[in-house]
């Protein structure tokens, strides 16, 4: 972890704001949320955020504050809001219908949801990578190709091969395909994939990686490689992932959320999390007494 501790700059909690998120937290339900590394610049910003599917609540209330070029884990037992949150950061919960949300989303200072927010941007920005590798059916080339494109990213076919060569490299796949660029993403074996759709997020240069178990239908090999990918990443990205694996969470995240029923208990850097929680229930989840 790479964290340090610097008093002048601004916690994006004011202290009042803090003490009475702490004070309250366990009666009221809110979030314990503690900043003690506030030196780290703030990527998004989440304020008492609430989504309804129909009638039936899924978030409720949340609160936090997400920092640039590191890794946030979300953790909490299945059906308590990880992926519902995660698609309020690229409004994919805008394709489904019936859904309400209230509350703010604030990625670099701009609210995500407002009226004049420009959705393809917006995703261009935030990129998503899924539980189940998804290629495209497409060569492997055209994976990591194809969004730059659309995006005008590059024309010339010379700064399309760089392109794909860099994010492929970046996503540590290159010397395996590079002799096999146009046979169909989907030949590669699932870690192999997992690796392509990771090349095919970043060559669009987003803000954001959002990650949703990247790494629960892979081997123990694939997901070491992943796992280290994403600390190498983080160096130019900000990651935000879903895990239920507690030891992968403190390996990979500098700070880690405890989502449940809705809310998020508790927010943390990873290491206090693990060794000295602040709440019971991320307490008993951590340790497998829940969940
Ligand atoms: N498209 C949807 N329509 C209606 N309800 C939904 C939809 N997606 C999720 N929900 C509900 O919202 C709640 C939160 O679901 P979500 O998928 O965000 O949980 P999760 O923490 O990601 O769970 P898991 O760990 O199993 O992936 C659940 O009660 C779920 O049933
Ligand atoms: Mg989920």
């Known amino acids: 972890m790479n964290m340090h501790v610097d008093e002048r700059r601004p916690a994006p909690m004011s202290g009042h704001e803090r003490s009475r998120h702490e004070s309250s937290s366990q009666e009221a339900g809110q979030p314990v949320t503690r900043n003690p590394h506030a030196g780290h ?151 192999q994939q997992q690796r392509l759709c990771i090349a095919r997020a970043i060559a669009v240069q987003p803000d954001v990686i959002l990650m949703d178990e990247p790494t629960s239908a892979l081997d123990p090999i694939s997901t070491a490689t992943i796992e280290d990918l994403m600390d190498k990443l983080k160096k130019q990205f900000t990651i935000i992932t879903v895990t239920h694996n507690m030891q992968q969470a403190a390996r990979v995240a500098d700070y880690t959320a405890f989502f449940h029923l809705g809310e998020i208990i508790e927010y943390n850097d990873t290491r206090t999390m693990f060794s000295n929680p602040h709440t019971k229930k991320a307490e008993d989840y951590i340790t497998g007494r829940y969940g």
């Not at 989440?46 to 953790?75: C, H, P």
């Not at 024309?155 to 860099?166: F, T």
Request: with cysteine; aromatic share 6%; proline share 5%.
């Open 41 to 191: 610049e703030l990527s998004i910003r989440i304020r008492d955020l609430s989504l309804w599917y129909g009638e039936s609540q899924a978030l409720n209330k949340l609160n936090i504050d997400i920092f640039q070029k590191n890794v946030t884990a979300l953790i909490g037992p299945s059906g308590c809001g990880k992926s519902t949150f995660l698609r309020c950061l690229n409004r994919m919960n805008d394709l489904i219908p019936g859904v309400r949300l209230e509350g703010l989303v604030e990625m670099d200072g701009r609210d995500v949801n407002a009226a004049k927010m420009d959705e393809v941007a917006l995703r261009k920005r935030v990129g998503m990578v899924f539980q189940k590798p998804n290629p495209f059916p497409k060569s492997i080339f055209e994976n990591v190709a194809y969004a730059p494109r659309m995006h005008d990213l590059v024309s010339r076919k010379a700064e399309q091969d760089e392109l794909v060569e860099h994010a492929l490299r970046e996503a540590g796949l290159w010397n395996e395909v590079k002799d096999k660029l146009h046979q169909p993403g989907t030949s590669l074996s699932g870690g």
